[in-house]
């Protein structure tokens, strides 16, 4: 499969828990489900791929349902929460489609594309929502039961550091499999660590902590957030000039 240079990806994964909203996601319509997203790129001709472990279905205008054949997560991390999940999903399909050039990272659900962002997007530079809270007050990110030198580091820095939010990342191919990638190693070296008797390396249940951490602590220097990229988080704003709204 081909994909177009431009596009926007999320993933939808089924029958996992969701410990945070706790929804039944068993027996869902997809297509339903992402329909105000799809709609909202529709609207400027972007191609939208919707990573899933159920089987794929027909192109319905922009929409592209694409299965994702998960085996290899399950097998290497059978324990690992549907947060993760969805960062090794997103980081293989970018891998696989070197014919993207730009890409937003999206949540399924909750995110709407309010301007183009294709063609203001620089290269080397990652992209990423916020919210209106610091790092220091919120619960998903300060989670004690991530690996010691990220709770460590949050605990240095996180009333300087408003927190970044993984359901809008945008940028060059390049920057998100780099972004992506870096999160993968830490994971994978948390898990072989903690499976060789290490409890410093024990991993949280949630993204929020090491997306932060690898956004400020590896790409510091490259990293863009604010309004440009999104409204403001679960705000009303009638008009903004923010590529995305979320929430």
């Given at each position: ?78 324990d ?91 940028g ?49 220097d ?26």
């Amino acid at each position: 499969m081909k994909v177009e240079s431009n596009i926007v990806v999320s993933e939808f994964i089924t029958k996992m828990e969701d410990l945070l909203y706790h929804e039944d996601n068993t027996h869902v319509n997809i297509a339903d489900k992402v329909a105000k997203q799809a709609y909202s790129l529709n609207r400027f001709q972007v191609p939208y791929y919707v990573l899933t472990n159920e089987p794929s279905q027909d192109k319905i205008d922009n929409l592209h349902i694409v299965n994702v054949n998960l085996e290899k997560i399950y097998r290497n991390y059978p324990d690992m929460s549907l947060y993760f999940c969805r960062i090794f999903m997103a980081f293989y399909f970018l891998q696989a489609h070197p014919e993207i050039e730009k890409a937003a990272l999206t949540d399924a659900t909750d995110v709407t594309m309010l301007n183009y962002p294709f063609d203001r997007v620089k290269p080397d530079v990652l992209y990423m929502g916020d919210e209106t809270n610091f790092l220091f007050v919120n619960k998903l990110v300060i989670d004690r039961n991530d690996p010691e030198y990220m709770t460590d580091f949050f605990l240095e820095n996180s009333n300087l550091l408003p927190t970044l939010n993984l359901g809008i990342m945008v940028g060059t191919r390049a920057i998100l499999v780099e972004y992506l990638g870096t999160m993968v190693k830490l994971l994978t070296e948390a898990k072989l660590k903690f499976k060789q008797g290490d409890p410093k390396f024990h991993l949280g249940k949630y993204e929020m902590g090491i997306s932060n951490y690898v956004a400020y602590k590896y790409f510091n220097d490259r990293l863009v957030h604010g309004r440009e990229v999104s409204t403001i988080f679960s705000g009303y704003q009638e008009h903004s000039s923010a590529w995305f709204k979320h929430k």
